[in-house]
Structures are given as structure tokens and as C-alpha cells.
């Protein structure tokens, strides 16, 4: 153990403190900026800000509005200032330091719009019920109407103009036409005397005051669907008590979690949370994980095992010494991936963005239509006729349309993660719901993957030679049956070093000793010569066959309950192994599955899969390295969190306790998603059908289109939110 130096700010410099740690090498990505955006509020929004920073030359560009975030790669000609520019330009306010340190001005916040909207908007609004005189004149209400116009104007505007610079006219653009066609007409009203039939300023405040507090209750229901996100996020920054060496004697010194360093040796107790991703060197604790892995049952810890950032010690006492900190710990990853995949679109968001973005330009068309019809042809008054055309303006409403999925995905998502479930994407939810065919691997998904040795056989050589050889050509693979392999085989028979050692997926391992003599283990079929057909891999020395073994390995505990609760969701399910095939029979028939294949290497799994793929939407769970493939490969690739990293990395779905009836909750959320998001499409392009023509044929007014338009928002979302809410998940 070796100890550094660090600067504090205590003591004179004979007694700097150091700090227990062992130097490992870690690198880390380098990750894409994200900046938070105030002042989106559909999915137009997010469009002209995406449009203004793929002109401005930034790389894979993504906007989501429900989060309102930004993510980007920065080309070297370009600095964060330019980046922050554009957005500003294109009509919105980026957040310094995000959501949540954010400080604005109490004045800028949207409460603070609403409630001096309605100083102004209430009495403006009660001459229509009050005889007092004083409220009917038209420069009094001129006056009541002229500060709520400038906040709107301020307010709307700038987002409406920076959308339309950037080509994606937003819900905004409505809003501003529609309180400006009733404020200039009843300018010009007042200063022509023209009487009151020409006075519609409660339509300008009234318009906005209702849109302001449909935005204000929309940004407060889309906090809500990101509500996950922010509980994951809270758990990185914790309190950590590190140990500081002085003088030959240790202390504890409490700090934040990211000043914790790799090799940091920190103690833990009853209630901590674990500051960084490490290894216990000492002591023993029960540990919380439930809001990383879904799991709710605490997890002993002792000495080697591994620790997670963010969990909570729920008894006992430890030592650890941090190995991951940073991005590179399992809750910076998690996060990330559940970031990544709020941005990814699923492919039925792009019925709602298409027409979302030819909305504006067509409702705006419609408006004018609605006025000279009725103007002209019905031979309404202009007044009557002007207030037919704001209230389609108003009514409309392209945000229900953008809302819908993203807002639907965003809660699903997230439910997944405290589920212990990660979703590579939205387009995976649409997928994962789409199966009606899920294949599994055996060995390590479907049973536990702890092989024990029921049988070892030499017919040449030594048995000591044997065991040492399975030894060294497993040392080094992944695969859950080489470290059993190892586990068995390794330090009590002598040692065999090797060289030149190659793993080929599926078939086995080789390697070369240093007298040029070539081992190899692989499994029974690639065998040299036969041998007892109840043994399952072979050793061989040159080509020659010197021993043979045999194994078990029990089905996991949660298998049969999960692959009967999908066969009642209607899924077939089949098992595609590389096992014999009296294993693989066997395994099919205790856990009910439809159809089996036995003793397939990878290109097989890869042409049985396609096959049924062609035949219907078919997924793949898996866990090791020759599954890799098959994941990347499948519809949708499914694999647990204990798997190789080949398998984190190809799989779209990954169940990160490795219990399979997280995949029963993830078929179950991704369907319920989906459901969800066609409700909220249907619902949104059902208001807008009804709603605009009866706007067009003067039966809504104004004031009662904006609380219509403001509402149909708040439904979409409440509708998104009862994935949250659903007991059975």
C-alpha cells in the first residue's frame, strides 16, 4: 500500500495529512456537453433549437423538451459561449449549472408572470359581469390590458420569433397573433370611438393569463414524469468520511462525495451511502441497492466484495477502497443510459412530430379562412368574425400532439430504472412491446450459471497434468462455466503456464505450453475422438483426447414463475442452446417451453434467430460471450447485468440484478408505454378535430379556447403519469 499527498488547508506542512489508497490506472470518456434549457414547451420547441445548433456546426445535436436538456459534441472551432448564443437566439434561456442550482430572478418565473397577469386580467374580466361604468370605458380598459399585452408579447414572443428564424413555428406563434389580432382591433376601437362592440381586451388578457397557467401546470406535471431521474441523480452527491493518515495515526474526514479519488479508503456505517463504486477490505454491512438494481431485499457485503455507488448501509460497519468514481461508477452509467434514452425517439413519435410540424403554418391558414368566411360570406361583423379566428388560433394545440410520446416514454423509462431495469432507448419500449417471440440462451440465463463438477474422467496422461491444463485455458475467459472451471481445477494439482491462447465462441479454448505442446478444451461435439456420451467437455493434448468432464448446473429459482407469466402474456418462448441436447430437452420440459435447439455454435443462433425473426418480432436473452451476436443481432437483445461485458454493451434491455422477472415487469412497462402512447395521439388528435371546427363555427369564445387548449395538455401528461401509478408494477 502506498500513500500520496494532498494540499489542505489545515496544519503546517509536517503534518499534511495523506491518504490510504493504491494507485490503479483508470481512464474516462469523454462525455457530450448538456446544457438545461428554460422555456420549451413542445416538441417544436426542442425542433428550432435542434435546427439553430445543427447550423451552427455542433455534432449529433438531440433536444428533449420534457427534460429540457440539451446534448451535443462541441467541434473544436466551437466554444460553449456560441452553443449558448444560438439557443438564446432561437427564443429560450439556458440554465447555468442545470435544473436543479438554478436561481432565476423571482420575477422571470412562471408564477410570478401569472399572478401579475392576473392583478391586471381580473378586473379587466369583470366588466363583462359588473354594471360599474368606470370598468366599461374603453381607456380604462386599455389601460388594465396594456401591461398583461407587453408580458405576453415578452413572454411568447421571443420563443415565437426565434422558431420561426429556425423554420419550426411553434405553439408560441399562435398565441402572439391570436392576443395581437384582439388588442390592435381593440386599439383601434378605442382611439376611433367605434363603441364597445369593438372592445375585446379581456380576450388579449384573459388568452394570456389562461396560457400561462396551462404552462405553469404542464411544467409542474412534466417535473413530475422526471421525477426517477432526479432521486438517481440526488444519490451521486452524498457525504463521504475518508481516512486521513497524521503523524502515524488515522482520522476521519468528512467531505463530498466527488472529492473521493480512486484507491480513497472510506468507513461506512449504519445509514451512510456509498460515495463512490469500491471493494469492501474490511468489515461486514448489509446494503440497500433497491434504487440500482430493483432489488428490495438488502445485500450482505464482506470483504472482497464489490460495492456501488449511491447505495445505503443498512447494518453493520466497513471499509472500502474506492475503484470507480466519477462517470465511470454503475450510477453515472445508469443515468447516462436513461439520459441517452429519453432522446432517443421511438418510431410512433414521428407520426405526432410530422404533424406537429406543419400545424402552425395550417391552423394559421385555417384562422384567416375562418375570418373571411365568416366575415364575408355568413355576413358576420368583423368583431364577431375576428373572434371566430383567434379562437382557432387559440384552441389548437400542436403541444397535446408533441407531448404524447415523449412525455409517455419518459415515465416509462424511468420506471424501468427503479425497477432495476435499463432501456437502451424510446425506440426499445415501442420494440420490447411489438414481441410476440422471446428466445433464451441456457447457461447462466436460465439456470444459474454455478456449474459444479459431477464428473471428471482421464484416459492419458495424469490427472495432475490435466487439472492444471483446464486451469490455464480458463484463467482468462468471462464464460460462467470457464470460471467454475477455474474455481475447481486451480492450485492444488501443480501449474501449467501457456501461451498463444484462443478463445473461439461457442466451440472452446486452446493455448500452447513451453514445450510447444497444444492444449484444448471445448465442448463434447468438437471432440477428437469419442468418448462417454454423458460427459459434456473434452481436454485433448495435440489433438489426442486425455480426459473428459462432466457437469451440472440447477435452473434458477425465478425462472419457471417469469417464463410462465410471459407464455400468459401470449409470448412463445423457446430455449437456443450450446449444450447436448438431453440437457437442453431437459431444461425446455421443466420450464414449459415451446420449442428447443440443442448444440448450436453462434452462427447457427444467429440463422435460427433470423429465421424466426422473418416469421415474427422475436427477441434474445443472453449473458455470455458467444451471445453477443445473437444480442446485437435480435429485435430487441436482452441481457442481465452479471453477463459479460460483450453482452451489456450488444443488448438493448439489461436487467441489472439478473433476476428474470424483471423482464416480465419490462414486457409488461414497455406494453403499458405503448398503450399509453396511443391513447394520448388519439386523444390529441381527437381535441384538435373537434376542437377547431368548433371554434370555426363560433361556438367557443376566445377566453374558454385557451383554458380548452391549456387543458388538453394536462391531460396528456396526467394520462402518462398513471404509468407511475399502476400497482401492478
Same mark, same amino acid.
Given at each position: 500500500?502506498?500513500s ?73 472551432? @466551437? ?17 447555468a449549472?442545470?435544473?436543479?442550482? =438554478? ?22 374580466? =369583470? ?18 390590458? @396594456? *401591461?398583461? /399585452? ?18 419550426a ?28 362592440s369593438?372592445?375585446f ?15 405553469l ?16 441523480? $440526488? ?55 433497491s ?29 472500502m ?15 447516462r ?7 432517443? $425517439? ?7 412530430? $410530422?404533424?406537429s ?22 355576413? @358576420? ?10 379562437a382557432?388560433?387559440?384552441?389548437a394545440?400542436p403541444?397535446a ?28 419500449l ?5 414481441? $410476440?417471440?422471446?428466445? /433464451? ?6 439456470t444459474?450459471? %454455478?456449474?459444479?463438477?459431477?464428473? /471428471?474422467?482421464?484416459f ?7 487439472r ?33 491462447i ?25 471432440? *477428437?475422438? =469419442? ?21 451440472g448446473d =440447477? ?16 409470448l412463445?418462448?423457446?430455449?437456443l ?45 443472453g449473458?455470455?460471450i ?55 395521439? /388519439? ?17 367557443l369564445?376566445p ?9 388538453? %395538455?394536462?391531460?396528456?401528461i ?12
Amino acid at each position: 500500500m502506498r500513500s500520496s499527498c494532498r494540499n489542505t488547508a489545515s496544519p503546517a506542512p509536517a503534518c499534511k495529512p495523506t491518504y490510504l489508497r493504491v494507485k490503479t490506472p483508470q481512464c474516462y470518456p469523454k462525455p457530450m456537453h448538456e446544457l438545461s434549457i428554460d422555456g420549451m414547451t413542445c416538441s417544436n420547441c426542442a425542433r428550432g433549437v435542434e435546427n439553430a445548433l445543427r447550423e451552427l456546426g455542433v455534432s449529433d445535436p438531440s433536444v428533449n423538451f420534457t427534460t429540457g436538456t440539451a446534448s451535443f459534441g462541441l467541434p473544436e472551432h @466551437l466554444s460553449l459561449p456560441n452553443v449558448i448564443k444560438a439557443i438564446e437566439d432561437a427564443g429560450f434561456r439556458v440554465v447555468a449549472g442545470g435544473e436543479e442550482d =438554478a436561481r432565476p430572478a423571482w420575477w422571470t418565473t412562471l408564477e410570478a408572470k401569472l399572478a401579475f397577469s392576473l392583478i391586471w386580467t381580473i378586473p379587466l374580466a =369583470a366588466h363583462m359581469f359588473s354594471s360599474w361604468h368606470v370598468l366599461h370605458d374603453g381607456y380604462v380598459q386599455l389601460a388594465l390590458c @396594456l *401591461p398583461v /399585452f407587453i408580458l405576453g408579447l415578452r413572454h411568447f414572443g421571443h420563443s415565437a420569433l426565434g422558431s420561426l428564424r429556425n423554420g419550426a413555428a411553434n405553439m408560441d406563434v399562435l398565441i402572439v397573433l391570436g392576443i395581437t389580432a384582439a388588442f390592435i382591433y381593440s386599439l383601434v376601437g378605442v382611439l376611433a370611438n367605434l363603441g364597445p362592440s369593438y372592445l375585446f381586451f379581456e380576450t388579449t388578457a384573459t388568452i394570456t393569463s389562461i396560457v400561462l397557467l396551462g404552462n405553469l401546470l404542464e411544467k409542474l406535471a412534466v417535473r413530475r414524469t422526471t421525477s426517477a431521474l432526479r432521486e438517481l441523480s $440526488k444519490l451521486q452527491s452524498v457525504p463521504a468520511k475518508r481516512i486521513v493518515l497524521e503523524n502515524g495515526s488515522e482520522r476521519i474526514e468528512e467531505i463530498a462525495s466527488s472529492q473521493v479519488a480512486i484507491d480513497d479508503v472510506c468507513v461506512l456505517g449504519l445509514g451512510d451511502a456509498v460515495p463512490a463504486d469500491g471493494i469492501v477490505i474490511s468489515g461486514a454491512a448489509s446494503i440497500d441497492e433497491s434504487m440500482v438494481s430493483g432489488e428490495s431485499a438488502p445485500v450482505a457485503k464482506e470483504a472482497g466484495d464489490q460495492l456501488i455507488g449511491g447505495t445505503i448501509v443498512q447494518s453493520g460497519n466497513l471499509r472500502m477502497r474506492a475503484v470507480a468514481i466519477g462517470e465511470r461508477t454503475v450510477l453515472a452509467q445508469m443515468i447516462r443510459l436513461v439520459k441517452n434514452a429519453q432522446h432517443q $425517439k421511438p418510431s410512433i413519435q414521428r407520426i405526432g412530430d $410530422k404533424v406537429s410540424s406543419i400545424f402552425v403554418p395550417a391552423v394559421s391558414i385555417l384562422s384567416v379562412l375562418t375570418l373571411v368566411v365568416s366575415w364575408l360570406i355568413l355576413d @358576420l361583423s368583423f368583431g364577431t368574425a375576428l373572434m371566430r379566428s383567434i379562437a382557432v388560433l387559440v384552441v389548437a394545440c400542436p403541444c397535446a400532439m408533441g407531448l404524447a410520446t415523449p412525455t409517455a416514454v419518459m415515465v416509462g423509462i424511468s420506471l424501468a430504472a427503479r425497477r432495476g431495469i435499463l432501456l437502451k432507448g424510446g425506440q426499445t419500449l415501442e420494440t420490447l412491446a411489438s414481441l $410476440k417471440h422471446i428466445i /433464451f440462451d441456457k447457461t447462466g440465463t436460465l439456470t444459474s450459471g %454455478d456449474f459444479r463438477i459431477s464428473g /471428471f474422467k482421464v484416459f492419458s496422461g495424469t490427472e495432475q497434468e490435466a487439472r492444471a491444463a483446464i486451469a490455464a485455458l480458463e484463467q482468462s475467459s468471462s464464460h460462467p462455466l470457464a470460471k467454475a472451471l477455474y474455481s475447481t481445477f486451480n492450485g492444488d494439482s501443480g501449474r501449467i503456464t501457456l501461451t498463444e491462447i484462443h478463445e473461439t465462441r461457442g466451440v472452446g479454448v486452446s493455448g500452447i505450453d513451453s514445450s510447444g505442446r497444444r492444449y484444448e478444451i471445448g465442448a463434447a461435439r468438437y471432440a *477428437p475422438q =469419442a468418448f462417454p456420451q454423458d460427459y459434456d467437455l473434452f481436454l485433448a493434448r495435440d489433438g489426442k483426447l486425455i480426459a473428459a468432464i462432466q457437469l451440472g448446473d =440447477a435452473v434458477k429459482a425465478e425462472a419457471k414463475a417469469a417464463l410462465s407469466a410471459l407464455k400468459e402474456r401470449g409470448l412463445r418462448l423457446s430455449l437456443l442452446s450450446g449444450d447436448r441436447e438431453s440437457k437442453a430437452r431437459q431444461t425446455a420440459e421443466d420450464l414449459g417451453l415451446d420449442t428447443y435447439y440443442a448444440q448450436k455454435s453462434p452462427q447457427e443462433k444467429l440463422d435460427i434467430l433470423h429465421k424466426h425473426e422473418a416469421e415474427m418480432p422475436t427477441g434474445y436473452v443472453g449473458d455470455g460471450i458467444n451471445d453477443g451476436p445473437a444480442l446485437a443481432q435480435a429485435r430487441v437483445g436482452i441481457s442481465l447485468s452479471n453477463a459479460s461485458q460483450v453482452a451489456v454493451e450488444s443488448a438493448q434491455v439489461v436487467l441489472l440484478n439478473g433476476n428474470l422477472k424483471l423482464l416480465v415487469s419490462a414486457y409488461d412497462i414497455a406494453r403499458l408505454s405503448l398503450k399509453t402512447i396511443k391513447q394520448n395521439l /388519439f386523444w390529441a388528435f381527437l381535441y384538435n378535430t373537434l376542437m377547431i371546427p368548433a371554434a370555426s363555427a363560433g361556438y367557443l369564445t376566445p377566453s374558454i379556447a385557451a383554458f380548452s387548449m391549456a387543458f388538453s %395538455d394536462v391531460v396528456v401528461i396526467a394520462n402518462s403519469l398513471r404509468i407511475r401509478f399502476t400497482s401492478r408494477y
